[in-house]
């Protein structure tokens, strides 16, 4: 039986880490360094709570394997099945998936922490893997294809829709059941999603998430290739 010893020495300067890696079988030995400055930005998320906590925990992982920026993303929506399409994905051994939603180009905050702090919360991966992550917010933000366009011109986006009546439903429910937790007052479908004369209220964000024209027409003047896939939430 072969038996893997995988170990990590971690060696601190001030500035900098140096990681030295050994990974030994019966039939192969390999040992490989990596060094990962650190600098005042990736000190200030620290401080400020936006890096991962996987980025603190001494996770194992291959070596010859990098944190890469990704390749694909998907962009939406909100309660239209991203997370399951992003799990479908991940069963692929050719892809890695960020665990949670970065909201790296929708937050201007994290944001102005630049790419290399964004290229810090992805996964590890081997040269020939794909890197994916996907933050449904990406779809209904101004600020998100122009943002994308500027890092990769030629990354791959996947927008998932759903029925937007099925949608706005969904995320209703979902917000109101977050309210009741907090034991707050929670207001009927109907008095949020339509005015007195019986008019839909388009100001209510749920309402306007459902409305993909709005946000749609924005996204293909940034970008020369997209998928669009369609998911219908009654199945």
């Avoid at 290229?119 to 101004?142: D, G, H, L, N, W």
């Amino acid at each position: 039986m072969i038996r893997s010893i995988d170990f990590e020495l971690r060696m601190r300067t001030k500035r900098s880490k140096t990681f030295c890696r050994y990974d030994s079988t019966a039939n192969n030995e390999e040992f490989s360094t990596e060094k990962v400055g650190r600098d005042k930005r990736e000190d200030s998320a620290i401080k400020s709570g936006y890096t991962s906590n996987k980025y603190h925990q001494k996770r194992p992982h291959f070596s010859k394997t990098h944190r890469r920026l990704p390749q694909c993303i998907i962009i939406g929506v909100r309660k239209g099945g991203t997370r399951a399409l992003l799990e479908f994905l991940n069963i692929h051994p050719a892809v890695q998936k960020a665990s949670d939603e970065v909201h790296f180009f929708d937050d201007d905050s994290k944001y102005e922490m630049g790419l290399e702090w964004y290229r810090r919360q992805m996964p590890y991966s081997f040269p020939e893997q794909v890197t994916i992550e996907k933050s449904p917010a990406y779809f209904v933000t101004e600020s998100t294809p122009y943002r994308i366009h500027a890092m990769n011109s030629s990354v791959k986006l996947i927008l998932i829709v759903r029925d937007p009546v099925t949608r706005l439903i969904s995320d209703y429910a979902q917000l109101a059941e977050n309210k009741a937790k907090k034991e707050r007052r929670v207001a009927s479908f109907e008095e949020v999603v339509l005015f007195p004369d019986g008019s839909v209220n388009t100001n209510y964000k749920p309402v306007r998430t459902s409305i993909y024209s709005l946000y749609y027409t924005r996204w293909i003047q940034h970008v020369d290739k997209y998928a669009t896939l369609d998911e219908n939430g009654s199945r």
